[in-house]
């Protein structure tokens, strides 16, 4: 999709928004002993794979029509640690998503996440999956729905300043919806699940995380290829937004999975850059995520 589309308008044609890939491993449940494990059910888990995969690619989740080739990549990966009946499943859901950068062949890495391993939901292969914004049906539905509209909301605050926000306000009516006493990962409680993944880019004392896409994605990389000086500047900017963002939140979880999913990008941008920059840079990714410190070796320059 070019960016002059994107900023502006959509030119109208068929398809939804996702090119996504889906991946279901069973291979823990092979090698134990709890019912409904037996070999010969295998075939669930393939259904399982194919009915993710088509709700996540055949829902029409906003009103823009997407050209075939401006899908958004990503991938669904679940890892099934237990079942505890025909239809009741415990797993770990990681979600990759990728954006091209302009005027190159380039794809940017704008999501990688993985949730801790204790997502319970229940999977019938005799019912299809299915989302109702104002009408919970499923705790599947309604998760991957919720990881649907953040991407969006990732992938339009990445071409336009805060043109996520309907997609965000879209996943906290996700949240909403789901009975938070019922269903763990949805509430306040506690610091690292979908609660606050979503609170983290919708509250506006975060505003600078939002502003960190924009900068990074839309001036700094997509002009990479016309003023690369210019465009180090630019990233330099999405650093020190998330500098701001880090002072005002120490624990943010949205700003340490942009810093991990972009640092070695950051790496590969700055390694050629003067020393004045590649210090700058080495000074703010101590600031705000300093586990990640160690990778920009050479950088600390006198």
Known sequence: MSIALI?????VAQGQEFRCAVSVNYQKLMTTTQAYESGGDKKVFENMKQAIEDFINGTKWTNIEFEQQEKIEC?????LNQRTSATDFVGQISIQMKRPVYNSTYTTGLFNYMEQPNFQFAYNESMPLEFDLNNFSSLLSST??????VMLGMYFDSYSLYGGQPFYETAQQVVQAVDV???SGWDSKGGRN???FMENHINSAYSDLREAYYNYHRLGLD???KDQPKARQAIIAALQ???RAHKRSTSMLSLQQFVDV???EIVSIFTPAPDQEKKQVYELIKDISPINVVKLKGFNVK
């Open 7 to 11: 900023m502006f308008c959509f030119c």
């Open 241 to 243: 937004n998330l500098q």
């Open 144 to 149: 991957l729905a919720y990881y649907c509209y």
């Open 262 to 264: 972009k640092i070695q």
């Open 181 to 183: 006493a019922k269903y």
């Open 75 to 79: 991938s669904f990966s679940l890892v």
């Open 194 to 196: 979908r609660y606050w």
């Open 223 to 225: 002009m990479m290829t």
